[in-house]
Nanobody, 115 residues
C-alpha cells in the first residue's frame, strides 16, 4: 500500500519560510515522479512544483525563485522549501506521486501566511 505523509505546514508571517516534507512508503520511491500541489479555499488545486525521477524540476511561474523542490531517494522523501512567503500562498499543500500511470496523494498540510 502506497502512502504519502506530509508534514511541515503551519502559520508564518509574510516574508517567512517553511519547509514541507513528504515521506513515501510502500513503493520504490526512486521510480516515482513527485510533485507538490496546493488548493486555496474556493479555488482549484494547482501545481506548485514537480521533480522527475531524474531530478528534473519545474515550477509554476508564481513560485519560481521562491520555492525549491528536492528529493532524497535514500530517505524516500520529497521536500518543498518555501521562502519569501506571501499571504496568497495560504492553502492546503498536497504531496503527489506518480508511478506506472497511477496517482497517489497525501492528506495535505495547511500553510497559512499572515500579512
Amino acid at each position: 500500500q502506497v502512502q504519502l505523509v506530509e508534514s511541515g505546514g503551519g502559520l508564518v508571517q509574510a516574508g517567512g519560510s517553511l519547509r514541507l516534507s513528504c515521506v513515501v512508503s510502500g513503493t520504490i520511491f526512486s521510480l516515482m515522479a513527485m510533485g507538490w500541489y496546493r488548493q486555496a479555499p474556493g479555488k482549484q488545486r494547482e501545481l506548485v512544483a514537480a521533480v522527475s525521477t531524474f531530478g528534473t524540476t519545474n515550477y509554476a511561474d508564481s513560485m519560481k525563485g521562491r520555492f525549491t523542490i528536492s528529493r532524497d531517494n535514500a530517505k524516500g522523501t520529497v521536500y518543498l522549501q518555501m521562502n519569501s512567503l506571501k499571504p496568497e500562498d495560504t492553502a492546503v499543500y498536497y504531496c503527489n506521486g506518480v508511478r506506472r500511470g497511477q496517482d497517489y496523494w497525501g492528506q495535505g498540510t495547511q500553510v497559512t501566511v499572515s500579512s
